[in-house]
């Protein structure tokens, strides 16, 4: 699982609204970032391409509370540095909850814009467009009402200036309302217990735990199942056995950090529910159902295979990492084959995953749902079985079904 160092009193990003802005180098693209968020957020200049790396920061922005601002490379840029620069525009888009395209008023939508359009269509990502620098020649204003521009701005539009202000809290307005839809009521664990059920949560604390704190999908469990006025027990495995037997009554359930599933299944009697926080997580990203029917194709590897394993953040590695050391050397044994292996972290997944015979992702507590279901449906569209870590080690210990009895009774 991922290692995230977390301050209690801060909003994870994977549950904040991602709020992307995108477009031409000098529409003003950042200057409106600044002037929507109040901050110094984005470096300014008229030199083209001035913002060479996609810009993110978490913030409260009202009246939408917590949200992620992410300014992006111009989508016109050019050159060998300039396309690489594009992609990461491009490659937002999988995070991206709302979406700004920033136009220069004066020189109107190009076909740069027009592509990008069709993109939040296709993706279903809720957009507005800004036609920006309204200040500057009123008389020259491109409004898109006259009947000749009327075609060609057939989108929906804001007119500001992110110089003098006009337009952004109209802009905040738009945002907060297309953004609402988003809200979601979705629970990792809560609705499948019930007022004053017991949970167990195995959490080993090795040689890659952060020192002095729980990893985040351990946290957000636990709150999870104290908002439905549950009861959380935490312990090791070591000391499971012993939790167990403290008790007068079996627990509702039993969630174990997936890389603990061959000990823990010994000790959990097979009358308890039991799962893994990863699994908890392919449910809460809205992945579950695809990365079940991917943990199969792991009977149909072949020698020479690549699989890819990717992470959704980019934690030390240690010497024992699940990631990089501990997956491979299970995937090899239980499958017997000669295989290959590629990773990722972070923002960067693959475009192309032709090259892979399977993917399989981390619980992705780090990464939106939209990224997610963005990383499964590329996986999908190319044919290529996407799966992650607690289903398919699960499934290596041959307790796949009973990990999901609790999602599918």
Not at 204 to 213: E, M, Q, T, V, Y
Request: aromatic share 6%; net charge negative.
């Amino acid at each position: 699982m991922e290692k995230e160092t977390l301050d209690f009193d801060k909003t994870p990003s994977a549950n904040r609204l991602h709020i992307s802005f995108f477009g031409r180098r000098n529409a003003g693209k950042s200057s409106v970032v600044n002037a929507v968020t109040g901050q110094d957020l984005s470096i300014v200049s008229e030199v083209k391409g001035t913002t060479t790396d996609p810009v993110k920061k978490a913030m409260e922005l009202l009246p939408l509370g917590p949200v992620v601002i992410i300014d992006t490379p111009g989508i016109d840029d050019d050159g060998k540095v300039g396309e690489k620069r594009v992609a990461k525009s491009y490659q937002i888009l999988g995070m991206t909850d709302v979406a700004v395209l920033v136009i220069d008023n004066f020189v109107g939508p190009a076909a740069e814009d027009l592509e990008l359009i069709k993109l939040f269509k296709k993706k279903n990502i809720p957009y507005i467009v800004v036609l920006n620098k309204v200040d500057l020649d009123m008389e020259s204003l491109i409004t898109g009402a006259d009947e000749e521009n009327k075609e060609q701005y057939d989108f929906p539009h804001i007119l500001v200036s992110a110089l003098t202000g006009q337009g952004i809290t109209e802009l905040k307005e738009k945002i907060a309302e297309i953004g609402k839809p988003l809200e979601s009521n979705k629970k990792l664990i809560a609705d499948k217990i019930a007022d004053c059920d017991i949970v167990v949560l195995v959490t080993p604390i090795d040689a890659s735990a952060p020192k002095g704190r729980m990893i985040l999908p351990q946290v957000q469990t636990i709150r999870d199942i104290l908002d439905t006025q549950a009861i959380a027990m935490v312990t090791q495995v070591a000391e499971l056995s012993a939790c167990l037997n403290a008790l007068k009554e079996p627990p509702a359930l039993v969630v174990t950090d997936s890389q603990a599933f061959q000990q823990v299944k010994e000790i959990v009697p097979d009358s308890v529910p039991l799962t893994s926080f990863s699994i908890l997580f392919a449910r809460f990203k809205g992945i579950l159902d695809t990365a079940v029917y991917g943990a199969q194709y792991l009977n149909k590897l072949k020698d020479g295979d690549t699989v890819l394993i990717s992470e959704g953040c980019t934690h030390h590695r240690q010497c024992e990492d699940i990631g990089t050391v501990k997956l491979p050397g299970w995937i090899k044994k239980y499958s017997g084959k000669k295989l290959l292996f590629e990773f990722t972290s972070g923002g960067h997944f693959p475009q192309d995953l032709s090259a892979y015979a399977l993917v399989v992702h981390c619980g992705g507590c780090m990464l939106g749902e939209r990224e997610m279901v963005c990383r499964q449906e590329s996986a999908e569209e190319q044919g290529v079985p996407f799966t992650n870590y607690g289903i398919l080690i699960a499934q290596m210990n041959g307790i796949l079904g009973r990990s999901l009895e609790i999602f599918y009774e």
